[in-house]
């Protein structure tokens, strides 16, 4: 009988009581000696660690910066709104999710965490940066750019505020981050302090061109619904080549949503965006374009978890002059403000579009570009049609113990002939080789990592799968994808409880439960996950086989 059918039994004849499963340890300790030796992989290895103070992590962003004449490799970590325990389910009387920070001595408000990686053996937690406002904070989106122009030698932050601002701050010194567009400062990118006028009604995951400053901000202004607008986010556009002076260029959403919009057929609503990949400008100074992606373009995700949408947009069509042919409508403050964005082109850059399995939805599309499928390539030489243009898109799964939820998956997508794009292969990781349906928490695919570049692009994606840990799927077949390693970090002491009903039982069993929740990776071939559960971050490294598809050694 394995630990999981064990702990199955015991979840059955306990329901509605705490079950602290196998494996849950006591304290931190070395990473061989003790609780990281309960740790499930196949190919890849744990070589550091660092429990970001026991906060609930969403996005963990990788940048290489120069820090005081030295080339350092940090982690800017957005944190989930500091929650109750078993988000909010747990039984009364289950201890507090921790707020200290042992860097202040304070207790903090959830915000991000940054962290230098540069020895990866021995990351160092610099600073941990509240969203103080009074409502457990929270900064879940972090991106990260070096400057350009009159900018140039310095580093900004772009974040999330809670779910009412985004803003921008100098981390230059990442030990020392300065304000230059922030909610305490009352001038933030856009929205306002929680709760105020101005406040947005929802924030998310953005995406930000470092070497144009164009970016693309997920959110919900407090006067859209009374503007027309559908439920759910949209996008808006800003250049923050100037990170101090923001320009608004222009809303975008799928067409329909927008003020005075229709509803797409075959939709009972339109799906509002998750996140948005832009490969940049078609242009030699963009540093993707060595990549083989497909330049110019913006992927958008609508729908993350059900009724989604993969949509591919001309860049030069959907940006306005200088930066394009699109139109420029609105303001930060108003959809309405004249030229109005509900009277704006939400149509000509679109060039085309994945429509989903309405119990899926678009959670990521990353943008694999062109690549040559070897299979098509024949021994005659005949290579017609052997490269194709491919999109890995992963549906997030949200439903404890797999209950009343179809199974999520990712799926490798041909936009080849972008007017019609076709999934031509999928990826999951089976419930039964693990027994993650009843592990607890969440099971199934989340996102991806997101980065260009060697040595992973074009040949392994990682997928955050929550409690089955992450995924290096190989993707150089993409009508094949396939699993290459994978890594399931083992439960401490201050991995959070999840709960939720269990086999038809309506009652919550409340469990620790793994939480894998998304992806980074850097230039040396490292990989570093963090948790949704406040079980921390793990800095891995790809041996054996897997290690052989990007030619890395295994002897770190």
């Known amino acids: 009988m394995t630990r999981f059918q064990r702990k199955c039994i015991s979840l059955s004849a306990a329901v509605g009581l705490l079950f602290f499963g196998a494996g849950r340890a006591t304290a931190q300790g070395d990473r061989e000696d003790n609780q990281f030796r309960d740790a499930e992989h196949k190919d890849m290895k744990l070589v550091g660690f660092n429990d970001l103070q026991n906060r609930s992590t969403y996005q963990p962003t990788l940048h290489k910066q120069v820090v005081h004449g030295q080339v350092r490799y940090i982690i800017y970590a957005g944190h989930h709104t500091l929650a109750q325990p078993g988000d909010g389910l747990a039984p009364p009387g289950t201890p507090a999710l921790p707020s200290f920070n042992p860097l202040t001595g304070n207790n903090d408000e959830n915000g991000t965490a940054i962290v230098d ?26 991106r990260v750019c070096d400057g350009i122009g009159a900018n140039v030698g310095k580093v900004f932050m772009l974040r999330s505020y809670a779910s009412s601002a985004h803003e921008i701050w100098d981390v230059t010194d990442p030990s020392n981050p300065k304000d230059v567009r922030t909610v305490r400062n009352g001038n933030p990118v856009i929205g306002a302090q929680t709760g105020t006028p101005g406040a947005m009604a929802g924030t998310h995951k953005s995406w930000w061109e470092c070497d144009t400053g164009i970016a693309y901000i997920v959110g919900r202004r407090g006067n859209d619904t009374a503007n027309g607008w559908r439920v759910g986010n949209h996008i808006f556009i800003f250049d923050l080549s100037s990170p101090a002076k923001p320009v608004f260029l222009r809303d975008w959403a799928l067409d329909g949503q927008q003020p005075g919009g229709v509803i797409p057929p075959h939709f009972t609503l339109v799906p509002s965006i998750h996140g948005p990949i832009s490969t940049g400008p078609d242009a030699a100074t963009n540093p993707i374009a060595e990549t083989g992606a497909t330049l110019d373009r913006v992927y958008f995700a609508y729908g993350t978890g059900s009724n989604g949408v993969m949509q591919i947009v001309d860049r030069s069509k959907l940006l ?27 149509k000509t850059a679109e060039l085309g579009r994945w429509i989903m399995n309405p119990d899926n939805g678009a959670h990521t599309n990353f943008p694999l570009g062109r690549m040559t499928v070897q299979d098509f390539v024949t021994d005659t030489g005949n290579d017609v049609g052997a490269v194709r243009d491919i999109v890995f898109v992963t549906s997030e799964a949200t439903a404890n113990f797999c209950a009343n939820q179809v199974r999520h998956l990712t799926h490798t997508v041909d936009v080849t002939a972008e007017g019609k794009p076709q999934s031509i292969g999928t990826f999951q990781v089976p419930a039964a080789s693990g027994e993650f349906c009843d592990r607890g928490g969440r099971f199934g695919p989340h996102a991806t990592n997101e980065e260009f570049g060697p040595p992973f692009y074009q040949k392994l994606v990682f997928v955050s799968e929550f409690n089955a840990g992450v995924r290096a799927v190989d993707v150089r077949d993409p009508y094949n994808p396939k699993q290459a390693a994978f890594f399931i970090p083992a439960m401490t002491a201050a991995t959070d409880l999840r709960c939720g009903p269990f086999k038809g039982n309506p009652n919550n069993v409340c469990v620790q439960s793994i939480q894998t929740n998304n992806v980074a990776t850097d230039d040396r071939g490292f990989i570093y996950i963090v948790d949704r559960a406040d079980t921390g971050m793990h800095i891995l490294r790809l041996t054996g086989k897997a290690a052989e598809i990007v030619e890395l050694r295994d002897d770190d």
């Open 117 to 142: 990686v540069t020895d990866v053996r021995h990351p160092k937690q610099l600073v941990h940066l509240p969203v103080s406002n009074g409502t457990g904070g929270g900064s879940q989106m972090v």
């Open 320 to 346: 306005p002059p200088p930066f394009g042919t699109g139109v420029q409508c609105g303001s930060a403050t108003s959809t309405l403000d004249p030229p109005s964005c509900a009277t704006a082109d939400f």
